[in-house]
């Protein structure tokens, strides 16, 4: 029995969460923020990956407004 429980991978315990466990996360979000909140905080996720993306692209805002002048003005 001893043998058993030293032979765990510590791999499987960080591993991805199977289909079963994404519905569990799912509904836990589901209770602590209701349903009306999720499209807002899903909104401010994708806005704050987009920011990180430009961020480490080196893009600022300058940039951002000169290129859609330029593409206005074409």
């Known amino acids: 029995m001893v043998v058993t429980i030293l032979n765990i991978r510590p791999l499987y315990l960080l591993s991805m969460p199977g289909g079963g466990e994404w519905l569990w ?3 836990a979000i589901i209770v602590l923020f209701g349903a009306r909140k ?21 893009k600022d805002e300058a940039k951002k407004e000169t290129e859609i002048e330029q593409k206005k003005s074409e």
Request: zero cysteines.
């Open 38 to 58: 999720i499209p807002d905080l899903a909104r401010g996720l994708g806005k704050g990956m987009k920011e990180f993306k430009d961020a480490k692209e080196g």
């Open 25 to 27: 996360i799912l509904l």
